[in-house]
């Protein structure tokens, strides 16, 4: 497998698919995100642990029709994610239908998921209203077990998962440091999987430290070298979050033609991941070094 260019990774999602976007809280893959919304990519159904900022942007620009999360914010202020309400409440700028869990048991479909799993058992879900105000109707299938009621879901297994990490080699073995939430489950579980990181490395790099794996690299269809690709979230021992320029953002999309202004300026306005980091440091916000 050769390195790809983030335009050639990106070509592999096709409208329509289910994809799963890592990250919880830091790693997460804007630079693949932004891609996504210049090259148009439309109706996908998007899973994601921690909805946030990245959520909201593909969001907004129309390029999502269904969500499995549990959760969409931005958690520096807190603030809402306003793309993300306008779609869910009121259909602009398409509408959306939203499928939320509890974090235990999203991740828990995802882990039986990848390991192509039927179903697997629910967390505790009596009095948590889920029975009252779920939206699909087969969320939650009811068995008997040793004479008792219990929940089992089904899996999750997207048709592509895409995550950012801080480095891999060309064979695209892939190493996070740090919490890992649910990313290798989520990595896993996709027919394709695509991997951006912050620098390629040898091999041999690579095999110093085989416990920092999170993917081996047999199941990597394309890696993407994109330094800074995570901004605004952090990639540990790279840079941290940039909580200045999350704040901006809440700040400058609280309406439709604000949101579509931050969209022509920071996504549509730059060709690739150099331009927009530029305009990061033009702008005054955290330095992320390539």
């Known amino acids: ?22 990250g919880f809280g830091f790693a997460q893959p804007f630079s693949a995100v932004h891609e996504l919304i210049r090259q148009g990519v439309s109706d996908l159904h998007v899973i994601r642990s921690s909805g946030g900022v990245l959520l909201d942007q593909l969001v907004g620009a129309g390029c999502v ?17 306003s793309a993300f309400r306008r779609a869910a409440e009121d259909g602009v700028p398409r509408p959306i239908t939203v499928e939320e869990h509890g974090l235990g048991n ?24 889920q029975f009252e105000n779920q939206s699909f109707s087969g969320k939650f299938s009811e068995v008997t077990f040793d004479g008792d009621s219990h929940y089992v879901m089904e899996p999750l297994n997207p048709d592509v998962s895409i995550i950012h990490v801080p480095r891999a080699d060309e064979r695209g073995n892939a190493q996070l440091t740090g919490a890992r939430a649910e990313i290798k489950h989520g990595a ?12 390629v490395v040898s091999s041999e790099q690579i095999q110093d430290t085989p ?22 979230s952090g990639v540990l021992g790279c840079y941290g979050r940039d909580i200045d320029y999350l704040e901006h953002y809440g700040e400058v999309t609280g309406s439709l033609d604000d949101f579509e202004a931050y969209l022509d300026e920071w996504v ?19 330095e992320v070094s390539p």
């Open 188 to 199: 896993m579980a996709a027919d394709t999987l695509l991997v951006t990181t912050e620098e």
């Open 65 to 81: 029709s269904e969500t499995t999360i549990a959760h969409c914010w931005n958690a520096v202020g807190p603030t809402p994610t």
């Open 1 to 22: 497998m050769a390195v790809s260019t983030m335009t050639t990774a990106i070509e592999a999602v096709d409208g329509g698919d289910v994809v799963y976007v890592g």
């Open 268 to 286: 549509y306005g730059v060709s690739d991941r150099a331009e927009y980091l530029e305009a990061v440091r033009a702008s005054g916000f955290a």
């Open 211 to 232: 416990d920092e794996t999170v993917v081996p690299g047999f199941m990597v269809d394309h890696v993407v070298e994109s330094p800074g690709g995570a901004h605004p």
């Open 106 to 129: 999203l991740v828990l479909r995802l882990f039986a998921g990848a390991r192509r799993l039927p179903f697997v058992p629910a967390g505790p879900v009596e009095s948590t209203g």
